[in-house]
């Protein structure tokens, strides 16, 4: 897991190719202008859903992994807490190899407040789970960008 302030998403670049690629458009481009659903960057490597989302009580929240893909998460409207869990104490349940995502049971680690300000990058297999509700607006306007690996 990465989390830091989206002024500092610069200073990642150099670990992945299609990393590099998608946080060259997140900085270049207002987010905000994203049309909802899927904006294509560089095919199937590079892409960022834009979508509404309804924060939740974490009790309501489950784990998720992706195998494939690692996420950058940022909200454009509203804060959410994604909290991530240990993979090393890590139950996954099926594999959705279409939608490479697997619900999973793990132990907590971390909880990130993330907001229009910050930004957090979960791995391939890291146990994460986002959509926690910190305040009473739980409304949410969130862009996720898939980053293949």
Same mark, same amino acid.
């Given at each position: 897991?990465?989390?830091?302030?989206?002024?500092?998403?610069?200073?990642?670049k150099g670990?992945?190719k299609?990393?590099?690629?998608?946080?060259?458009f997140i900085?270049s481009?207002?987010?905000?202008?994203?049309?909802m659903?899927?904006?294509?960057v560089?095919?199937?490597?590079? #892409?960022?859903?834009?979508? @509404?989302?309804?924060?939740q009580?974490? =009790?309501?929240? *489950?784990?998720? /992994?992706?195998?494939?893909?690692?996420?950058?998460?940022?909200?454009?409207?509203?804060?959410?807490?994604?909290?991530?869990?240990?993979?090393?104490?890590?139950?996954?349940?099926? #594999?959705?190899?279409t939608? @490479?995502?697997?619900?999973?049971?793990a =132990?907590d680690l *971390?909880?990130? /407040?993330?907001?229009?300000?910050?930004?957090?990058?979960c791995?391939?297999?890291e146990p994460?789970?986002?959509n926690?509700?910190?305040?009473?607006d739980v409304?949410?306007?969130k862009?996720?960008?898939?980053?293949h690996?």
């Open positions: 897991m990465i989390y830091d302030k989206l002024i500092n998403m610069g200073l990642y670990m992945n299609n990393l590099d690629t998608a946080i060259d900085l481009h207002d987010l905000n202008e994203l049309p659903g899927k904006t294509v560089d095919g199937d490597n590079v #892409y960022i859903n834009v979508m @509404d989302a309804k924060a009580p974490v =009790e309501e929240r *489950a784990y998720e /992994i992706h195998k494939n893909y690692m996420d950058i998460q940022m909200d454009l409207i509203g804060v959410e807490r994604i909290d991530t869990g240990d993979c090393t104490r890590m139950n996954p349940g099926e #594999y959705n190899e939608k @490479d995502v697997a619900k999973a049971t =132990e *971390a909880g990130c /407040i993330i907001g229009p300000e910050n930004f957090i990058i791995m391939p297999n994460h789970k986002p926690i509700a910190v305040t009473e409304i949410l306007k862009a996720v960008c898939k980053v690996i």
